[in-house]
């Protein structure tokens, strides 16, 4: 029988093995951005992507369609009820835009942490292995998108840019596993705004976890969560999603909230990037209260 | 031929795991179940069995560290994990010659060591945070079954036109 490793392959090995822990010690430090040859790559593989995604989601998409037809008649009659009331709000939201607009005139202020830019895109591939939850889009920063903006879908926040190549970019999903993805987080609630940093999704139950909740604030099932703005990149007043269950921690005086993402993570097909227009003036001291929590 | 068109069929192939494959999930229905396609390392098995093993190590090696610089924010994991998987199919294979059923067999055991090591180094890294048995009956198991499929579909005409490429090898 042969010997599975002659000496020599077994060195080759070692030698790899070496080879493997120096790489994965180089990709795991803080990049800003990924180097020109894989910019590079990244586009080629988005071009032959996108000629595949197309035709197969319209294949899709028509089976979709087929079944989807049998609900139809039943959300058209609620559809109707609905779009009664939101004639109503939509008057309202004009009255209120422009009764802030005026306000904002007068204390000078031009722009707010609302307000952003919009870039509309389209999925062309998703990591195959679900261990890293990408999508890749067709635009990158030949149209302006820059590493870190906020992205989302119809229905709410869905990730945010993590490489960005000269004509495709890929989003890194909230349900993806990141230690360092905090977004700051704000729930509208009876008594005030509640504050907390959304960090880490539940695979199992999926949800998100919203932690750093001081104990005192209460939190009811079924609250709206949105972008707080106070993160730096993030504008403020993106949809998240709705709490479903609260919980003490056990250690700190804190509590974790667990929220159902409003988007659907697995059907996207097209999502907006958005950048907002007011920049940070101070990135520095933005950044260090997160790091002692961290330390603490 | 074989220059060309072995690396672009099995480029193709990696392109359809991440498009074609994505559209079809089980997901979209609200279900658990991972599957993934793997494609490209089916192929390098056969690549490594049939042709021989050095172009599947080579194989296993290229297309790893294209997915790695794609789909990852890492370089090495799958490099290093389709390399070996490689190895060992080739390995393996040696001692045994024969119908689709050793075939099946062989390829099982290659993608379950490349499963397995993928979730393995991932953990070790801290990027994969689920449990052994989750992993084994919502991602291990379906993953298997499923290209358990795909390894029977393609073994007639893939296994004869590797075979008819090797012979071509050995003549020049």
């Known amino acids: 029988m042969p010997q599975f490793f002659s000496n020599k392959r077994l060195i080759i090995l070692l030698a790899s093995m070496i080879v493997l822990v120096a790489l994965i010690g180089f990709s795991m430090k803080e990049r800003e951005n990924i180097t020109w040859p894989e910019q590079f790559l990244h586009d080629a593989v988005g071009w032959t992507q996108t000629v595949f995604y197309k035709p197969a989601h319209f294949v899709a998409g028509f089976f979709e369609t087929v079944i989807e037809m049998k609900d139809i008649y039943e959300q058209n009659k609620v559809l109707k009820l609905q779009l009664n009331d939101y004639d109503l709000l939509a008057s309202r939201v004009k009255d209120l835009k422009r009764e802030n607009e005026t306000l904002r005139k007068s204390l000078d202020k031009k722009e707010a942490l609302t307000d952003y830019k919009v870039w509309q895109a389209?999925?062309?591939?998703?990591?195959?292995?679900?261990?890293?939850?990408?999508?890749?889009?067709?635009?990158?920063?030949?149209?302006?998108?820059?590493?870190?903006?906020?992205?989302?879908?119809?229905?709410?926040?869905?990730?945010?840019?993590?490489?960005?190549?000269?004509?495709?970019?890929?989003?890194?999903?909230?349900?993806?596993?990141?230690?360092?993805?905090?977004?700051?987080?704000?729930?509208?609630?009876?008594?005030?705004?509640?504050?907390?940093?959304?960090?880490?999704?539940?695979?199992?139950?999926?949800?998100?976890?919203?932690?750093?909740?001081?104990?005192?604030?209460?939190?009811?099932?079924?609250?709206?969560?949105?972008?707080?703005?106070?993160?730096?990149?993030f504008p403020k007043g993106l949809e998240i999603g709705k709490v479903v269950k609260v919980e003490p921690d056990k250690v700190e005086p804190t509590q974790t909230a667990y929220i159902e993402p409003a988007a659907d993570l697995y059907d996207i097909h097209h999502l907006m990037v958005v950048d907002r227009s007011m920049q940070e003036v101070n990135v520095e001291y933005e950044d260090k209260p997160v790091e002692e929590e961290e330390a603490s | 031929m074989i220059r060309f068109l072995l690396p672009f069929l099995t480029y193709l192939l990696f392109i359809i795991e991440s498009t074609v494959m994505q559209v079809f999930t089980p997901q979209h229905m609200d279900n658990d179940t991972v599957l993934i396609p793997r494609l490209v390392m089916i192929m390098i098995g056969f690549i490594a069995i049939y042709l021989s093993p050095t172009r599947g190590v080579v194989y296993g090696m290229v297309f790893g560290l294209l997915y790695d610089l794609i789909y990852t924010d890492l370089i090495g994991v799958y490099m290093f994990s389709m390399g070996l998987t490689a190895y060992i199919t080739a390995f393996i294979a040696r001692f045994f010659h024969g119908n689709i059923f050793v075939t099946l067999f062989i390829m099982l055991i290659g993608l379950s060591t490349f499963e397995i090591m993928v979730y393995g180094l991932y953990s070790l890294i801290g990027i994969a945070e689920v449990a052994w048995e989750t992993f084994i009956y919502q991602r291990y198991l379906p993953t298997l079954l499923l290209n358990g499929v795909f390894v029977v579909i393609v073994y007639y005409p893939l296994r004869k036109w590797l075979l008819d490429l090797s012979a071509g090898l050995q003549e020049n």
């Open chain 1, 122 to 233: 389209t999925v062309v591939g998703r990591s195959p292995d679900r261990w890293y939850q990408t999508v890749k889009i067709n635009k990158g920063h030949q149209s302006g998108i820059k590493p870190d903006m906020a992205v989302i879908s119809a229905d709410g926040l869905i990730g945010k840019v993590d490489k960005v190549s000269p004509f495709h970019s890929s989003i890194e999903l909230i349900s993806s596993h990141d230690p360092s993805n905090r977004i700051s987080a704000v729930v509208q609630g009876e008594k005030g705004p509640v504050f907390g940093l959304i960090q880490g999704y539940d695979q199992k139950q999926k949800v998100l976890l919203m932690k750093m909740i001081p104990i005192d604030q209460e939190l009811k099932k079924g609250q709206t969560v949105t972008t707080s703005g106070l993160g730096g990149i």
